[in-house]
């Protein structure tokens, strides 16, 4: 449990003093309006991080769906997540996949394991996209609570290129959308039918979060992927589907939960929107892929 934080302490270390009266980033937000940390390089100590996080023995699941054929994209995943994501700290991965059989073995570092969750494959790949909340939901409560303390939830269609570690970790954090977080509201992808769970009117609206990245305590990843999946099936119900499935309803959950930390796009980039000098690194980065080939059954 995370109650044990209260006996951290800290021993003797040596880094540079933060300085008061000067911003460690200018060009970017790098706190919310609710105080919460948006994440990017030049923002954190990692010694720091490092240190209180090992002391604290957390342990992270990294979650990912390699379902049909996208199970083409697990290999290259996991081998780049060995070498850059949480090194030196206790990491599951967990693979939720239709084809256990075609689940590559793998040499892991010490302290790290994969489990793989045997899930259906379901026909339309909406579904496969946003069914992704429930089956969450269900191995939260099944197994998740029982083996991590955070878990991470991530599209397969990456590559890790940079280091990612404990900075990223908090309560409930979400990750600013590679293709939006320059815009103003009113051009953000929000669902913008009002019959939908998932609505968002044009007046409202902090950021416009990704799919693909989001995670937080094991409880509040249980709560978050519960209310996304229940605004789903209402939805279903009455014979609607949000503009950007799984997407939407988290943009909405995020809208009135919001994040106790935010993650820049650093943490999730995609080559096709070039190299802005606001990015200090890239680590999480979109894989090409042919959409008609990857896609089709
Ligand atoms: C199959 C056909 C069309 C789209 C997706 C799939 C598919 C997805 C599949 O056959 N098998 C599978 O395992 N997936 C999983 O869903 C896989 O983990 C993949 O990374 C994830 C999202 O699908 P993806 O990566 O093709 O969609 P993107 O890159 O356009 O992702 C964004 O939009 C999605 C909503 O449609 C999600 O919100 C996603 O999180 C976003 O990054
Ligand atoms: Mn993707």
């Given at each position: 449990d995370l109650d044990r934080w209260r006996e951290l302490q800290l021993p003797r270390m040596k880094y540079n003093q933060p300085a008061t009266?000067?911003?460690?980033?200018?060009?970017?937000?790098?706190?919310?309006?609710?105080?919460a940390p948006i994440v990017w390089?030049?923002?954190?100590n990692r010694d720091i991080l490092n240190e209180q996080f090992k002391r604290m023995n957390v342990s992270i699941g990294l979650t990912v769906f390699a379902i049909k054929k996208y199970i083409v994209f697990l290999q290259h995943f996991i081998e780049t997540a060995e070498m850059f994501?949480?090194?030196g700290h206790k990491v599951n991965y967990y693979v939720f996949t239709?084809?256990?059989?075609?689940v590559p073995k793998f040499t892991l570092a010490s302290g790290r394991r994969l489990v793989i969750i045997e899930v259906m494959g379901y026909k339309r790949w909406q579904e496969v996209s946003v069914r992704r909340m429930e089956m969450i939901h269900d191995a939260s409560r099944k197994t998740f609570i029982n083996e991590v303390d955070y878990i991470v939830s991530v599209d397969v269609d990456m590559e890790f290129t940079d280091f990612i570690g404990v900075?990223?970790?908090?309560e409930r954090f979400g990750t600013l959308h590679p293709g939006f977080y320059?815009?103003?509201?009113?051009?953000?992808?929000?669902?913008?039918?009002?019959?939908?769970?998932?609505y968002i009117p044009e007046?409202?609206?902090d950021f416009y979060y990704a799919g693909g990245f989001f995670g937080g305590s094991v409880r509040e990843v249980y709560q978050l992927t519960g209310q996304c999946h229940k605004a789903m099936m209402k939805d279903k119900d009455r014979g609607i589907e949000a503009i950007w499935q799984d997407e939407s309803y988290l943009n909405k959950y995020f809208l009135y939960h919001k994040p106790t930390k935010i993650l820049s796009p650093e943490y999730l980039w995609d080559n096709g929107m070039g190299s802005p000098?606001?990015?200090?690194?890239?680590?999480f980065r979109a894989v090409w892929k042919n959409h008609t080939a990857i896609r089709s059954k």
């Open positions: 009266l000067t911003q460690s980033r200018t060009d970017v937000l790098t706190l919310t309006p609710w105080f390089e030049g923002t954190f994501f949480m090194v239709d084809r256990p059989n075609e900075e990223i970790l908090s320059g815009s103003q509201r009113p051009h953000f992808t929000y669902e913008r039918r009002p019959q939908s769970e998932a007046d409202e609206g000098a606001i990015l200090k690194k890239k680590c």
